[in-house]
């Protein structure tokens, strides 16, 4: 299964997900009128309260539309509440589960392991690298990634999962956690959360009623003046049973979810990284572990959304037991392997830093060539939301050829605008000065200095570098101001124009810090799927691969024969070759596109690389572009080596 199919997968589990919470809602409902009309419901005429009796219900029925509607609005309003309180993004969750976030350069060796592992497997899988958190307080082993979107998504481990992991089996943790950023978990997740609060708000207003009313009747009592107040303690009984139960089958909907959920994420973790001992050894960790994967804090909120058990398993665990976790990774995993496991699993510090630094030299005197594979468009399909240790290879190598002030400047929140502008100054002296004015009047003087120590204090970075470098900065950018995103955007289209054209790798990066800055600073909003067909778009289509074949040939005639082939690909038929003003034409029918159902998008997906592959090879120019248009489409498109 491709991550198209997963798409539409998700969709689909999500639409039964929200009908089987409809179908809870409708039966909390239904009891709290029952309950409502059993104490508080008015006899008929000849002095009927029979549940049963039609004249009873009757006149009582604006008592039961009454009860609806205020329970709905309470279920209601305070789902609401709680989705509106995470809208800042994945962030805000870590942050409430005691999360501290990674700084651009930590001190410590675990914290820089994890930073280097997230960025890795963030580059390689072609996502927006999110941020990262450490639960400090937390010695158990544990994970979750969350966020309406990639742009907004923050990944967060514990202390544990830093000190008691190899590099390994915490690679495999956060390939694990990025196949539920891949897979559209993570907005299912916040639903399920903002649903759940909404259904526990019942009983919580049931238990405040219910020690209201023990206050006031004791109150009473010592005035020697009791009366009243039964019928209501009895309701908010009711309402406290019917809240707590519908909430049991609120959480139990979760927890089926969560499960299959749990298993396709290992098998995700497994393939991305070819090493099945990686996210086995995780798990065999937290299987002999004093504190396994429990919290410290109250994570029955989040329990769908963690790698391992947050809390003491029940009826309503959220994950499979580890053992069978384990065996669907290792058939031949025999549970009598834990006893033998020995031995402190803290990891010493310094080591780690060591181990690191050497990891490090061996992938910048890494060969390139044959690491990700060349452009091979037979497999690129499945690659896309599942990449393979290949490309999670190259991703290092990438990495640790950038010199660390680089990387150092892109994850600062000070120094990351002026990285991004860095990698589009000019080669030309005249060109170059003319853009550091327009950075010193949009941005600041103080932008320009900094650009221009930059500038002086920095090698040139490399074509393959330059993409990724840009997704660095990303989270560090995620940290400014709106009124900053956007004064940045502006800068940079203005930097790109200076000169007076647009190349392909000019627009890749503007489009991807677009689509970034847009999905980051509305991520509840951000658009996750469409319902258009490829021919409802046949025009966008037809622009869209025309561009893109008159960009990546070397004549017109190359062009106009990659134009056929994509379009043949598509199933669409063909006119007249006739492009027009490229950057312009994406940008009006790469939004559109973006509105395609997932299989649509797999089918245009297909076509661009029957354009991109007709000469049977692909260029610099076609790699950037599609890396472009992937992003516009929200496709994570793994790292291409040519």
Avoid at 530 to 559: C, E, F, H, P, Y
Wanted: include cysteine; glycine fraction near 8%.
């Amino acid at each position: 299964m491709n991550f198209f199919e997963h798409q539409e997968k998700a969709h689909k589990q999500t639409r039964w997900l929200v009908l089987l919470f409809v179908l809870a809602l409708i039966a909390v409902v239904a009891a709290m009128e029952l309950i409502v009309l059993v104490f508080l419901g008015q006899p008929t005429l000849e002095g009927s309260k029979s549940l049963i009796d039609p004249a009873f219900l009757k006149s009582n029925a604006p008592l039961a539309g009454g009860t609806a509607v205020l329970t709905l609005a309470v279920i209601g309003f305070s789902t609401m509440f709680r989705m509106a309180s995470l809208r800042a993004g994945g962030g805000k969750v870590a942050v409430e589960l005691g999360g501290v976030r990674v700084g651009a350069d930590p001190r410590d060796p675990l914290r820089r392991r994890l930073r280097n592992v997230v960025e890795e497997v963030a580059l390689a899988s072609g996502m927006p690298v999110p941020e990262i958190y450490v639960m400090e307080k937390e010695s158990g082993i544990n994970a979750f990634a969350a966020g309406y979107t990639p742009a907004d998504a923050a990944i967060a481990v514990t202390r544990g999962t830093l000190e008691k992991l190899s590099r390994d089996e915490l690679q495999g943790v956060i390939s694990h956690e990025f196949s539920h950023i891949l897979n559209g978990d993570m907005r299912l997740n916040i639903r399920l959360i903002g649903l759940l609060f909404g259904i526990m708000m019942l009983s919580l207003i049931a238990r405040r009623v219910l020690f209201s009313a023990r206050y006031t009747r004791i109150s009473r009592s010592s005035n020697n003046n009791s009366s009243g107040g039964g019928a209501i303690m009895l309701i908010a009984v009711g309402v406290l049973v019917v809240g707590y139960i519908g909430l049991f089958f609120a959480r139990w909907i979760k927890a089926a979810v969560s499960r299959q959920r749990e298993y396709l994420a290992d098998a995700s973790a497994v393939q991305f990284t070819r090493n099945p001992d990686g996210i086995a050894g995780a798990l065999k960790r937290i299987a002999i572990d004093a504190n396994g994967s429990l919290l410290e804090v109250e994570s029955e909120e989040v329990s769908h959304m963690l790698f391992g058990e947050g809390r003491r398993s029940s009826l309503l665990a959220t994950h499979p037991p580890l053992v069978e976790r384990i065996k669907r990774i290792q058939p031949q995993f025999n549970p009598e392997e834990l006893k033998t496991m020995a031995g402190s699993i803290k990891r010493k510090q310094k080591q780690v830093a060591e181990d690191e630094e050497q990891l490090r030299n061996r992938a910048k005197k890494g060969k390139s060539r044959g690491g990700a594979g060349m452009f091979d468009a037979g497999n690129i399909i499945d690659n896309i939301g599942n990449p393979d240790s290949n490309q999670l290879i190259y991703a290092a190598m990438v990495a640790a050829s950038m010199p660390l002030e680089v990387q150092s400047a892109a994850r600062s929140a000070e120094w990351a605008p002026e990285t991004l502008c860095l990698l589009l100054l000019d080669k030309n002296p005249e060109i170059r000065e003319r853009q550091m004015l327009l950075v010193s009047r949009r941005l600041g003087a103080d932008s320009e200095q900094q650009l221009r120590t930059l500038q002086e204090a920095l090698p040139e970075i490399s074509p393959e570098q330059r993409l990724p470098l840009a997704e660095m900065t990303f989270p560090a950018l995620k940290r400014r101001p709106a009124e900053d995103l956007m004064r940045l955007l502006d800068t940079i289209r203005a930097l790109i124009t200076a000169d007076g054209k647009v190349d392909v790798y000019e627009y890749a990066l503007a489009k991807m810090l677009e689509v970034m800055i847009n999905d980051a600073l509305s991520p509840a909003t951000a658009n996750t799927s469409g319902r258009k067909s490829i021919k409802s778009l046949l025009s966008d289509v037809d622009s869209l691969l025309m561009v893109v074949a008159s960009l990546g040939q070397a004549n017109s005639t190359a062009a106009e024969r990659a134009w056929k082939l994509g379009m043949q690909a598509a199933g669409l038929g063909v006119g007249s070759y006739q492009p027009g003003d490229w950057h312009e034409v994406l940008d009006t029918s790469l939004t559109r596109l973006d509105r395609l159902a997932p299989k649509h998008k797999e089918i245009l997906l297909r076509a661009l690389l029957a354009t991109i592959t007709s000469d049977h090879q692909v260029n610099l120019i076609e790699a950037e572009l599609l890396r472009a248009i992937c992003a516009s489409l929200h496709v994570p498109l793994p790292m291409i080596e040519l």
